[in-house]
């Protein structure tokens, strides 16, 4: 059931001033484009603005930000499939989204500290569409960029011109963020303006929305809504451009769903804001204050992927997946640098809260595929293991 609730009242902003001037200009937009804009807008959107998005001075956290052991144990699944793909002189590793690059920052050190081999051979490109974020990893990253490892990028076509014969492809909490259109029973949400108020109307969904829905997703029952994430689609046809004529992986993780738990009665109106932490209550409070999010479909990604030629090597549960890793050298990559049993403990409680299905483990999921690589060669993968 649809609960977001009208605004009570509304502020005015730069961002309701232009999203309000779009709609005057051409009617109602789609949901998809209403969210672009609160999201994206050159220096007014959620992610474009300089105000923290992430961790606990912002709205939000993310696997990097509960502790550096995800992406040292990343970093060792990485490593592994350097080697599944014999070792090359060279692997690009591109990360789609990588926010404020903490992420990065925890596979490029762990990887100099503990897999020099690896290290060696790595260039590291970080594809961010936000000017402000992308200018935060060029300090955070600083002394990766010196190195003349690292590079940031403004789009996938930008990385991909720039990318090497073998790759890995990375996003963390990439598709949650990607524009969606929604459905109800009445039609596709179109968002219009009345009276200094956003206001939703409803027109007959788009062919494409149609299709989406046939083959990854369900049609909502009266009193119910869906998402239908049709930018996800055209982000793996471009990673699938990426990695033609060349030979990697591709790696996703994110909170969501498969059409069986769709079809189950689960997942459905999964469109949710955050701010400071809270839940909110509706996408059209204050624009560009607010994170807006969707879960995303797994199913549809999959097949899609499949489709443009990638193989698929399995969609397993964070739980699994981080278990399969670490399993093996008991979770050393956590425990390294502590000194003191209570920093143990604290440790404990990070990794367990990561890799325990009652915090992150079941509601993130991991979407493993390949190109150019024999299935003998991907199987023994650690990240593999536990898969169903
Ligand atoms: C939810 S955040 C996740 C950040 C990071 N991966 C993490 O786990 O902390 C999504 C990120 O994707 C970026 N993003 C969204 N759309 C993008 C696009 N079309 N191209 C590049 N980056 C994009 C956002 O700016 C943001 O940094």
């Keep these: 059931m649809n609960l977001w609730r009208r605004e009570t009242t509304p502020q005015v902003s730069p ?12 009617g109602p937009l789609p949901f998809s484009r209403y969210m672009e804009l609160c999201l994206y807008e050159p220096e007014l959107g959620y992610y474009s603005r300089p105000q923290e998005q992430f961790g606990k001075g912002g709205d939000f956290y993310t696997s990097s930000d509960v502790h550096a052991v995800f992406g040292r144990l990343l970093a060792r699944q990485f490593e592994e499939m350097w080697r ?3 070792s090359p002189e060279r692997i690009d590793l591109i990360e789609l989204g990588p926010g404020r690059g903490l992420f990065a920052r925890d596979v490029l050190d762990w990887s100099a500290k503990q897999f020099p081999a690896f290290a060696q051979a790595l260039r590291y490109g970080l594809v961010e569409q936000s000017a402000h974020l992308r200018e935060r990893l060029q300090g955070r990253l600083r002394d990766h960029f010196r190195a003349g490892y690292t590079e940031v990028f403004d789009s996938i076509e930008a990385a991909g011109a720039q990318a090497g014969e073998n790759l890995i492809v990375f996003g963390n909490e990439f598709f949650d963020a990607l524009p969606v259109e929604i459905v109800d029973h009445r039609g596709e949400v179109h968002v219009d303006e009345q009276n200094g108020r956003f206001a939703e109307r409803f027109a007959p969904p788009a062919a494409a929305a149609m299709e989406f829905l046939d083959r990854y997703g369900v049609h909502p029952p009266e009193g119910e809504r869906v998402e239908v994430p049709l930018a996800s689609l055209a982000w793996l046809d471009h990673i699938a451009v990426m990695f033609r004529g060349q030979r990697g992986f591709l790696v996703l993780v994110d909170y969501g769903y498969t059409r069986e738990q769709q079809l189950a009665g689960r997942h459905r109106d999964t469109l949710m804001t955050y701010c400071q932490h809270q839940a909110g209550a509706s996408p059209y409070d204050a624009p560009g204050e607010q994170d807006i999010t969707a879960h995303v479909n797994f199913t549809a990604l999959r097949a899609r992927g499949a489709e443009r030629g990638l193989d698929d090597l399995a969609l397993l549960t964070q739980t699994q997946f981080l278990l399969g890793i670490g399993e093996e050298t008991q979770f050393a990559d956590a425990f390294q640098d502590c000194r003191q049993p209570q920093e143990r403990a604290k440790v404990a409680l990070q990794l367990k809260h990561l890799i325990s299905p009652e915090g992150m483990g ?6 493993l595929m390949s190109h150019g690589i024999a299935r003998e060669k991907a199987a023994p993968l650690s990240g593999l293991k536990l898969a169903r």
Excluded: M
Aim: charged fraction near 40%; proline fraction near 0%.
């Design 15 to 26: 961002l309701r001033q232009r999203i309000t001037e779009e709609i005057r200009r051409q």
């Design 84 to 86: 599944a793909l014999d």
């Design 362 to 367: 079941e509601t993130f999921q991991v979407l």
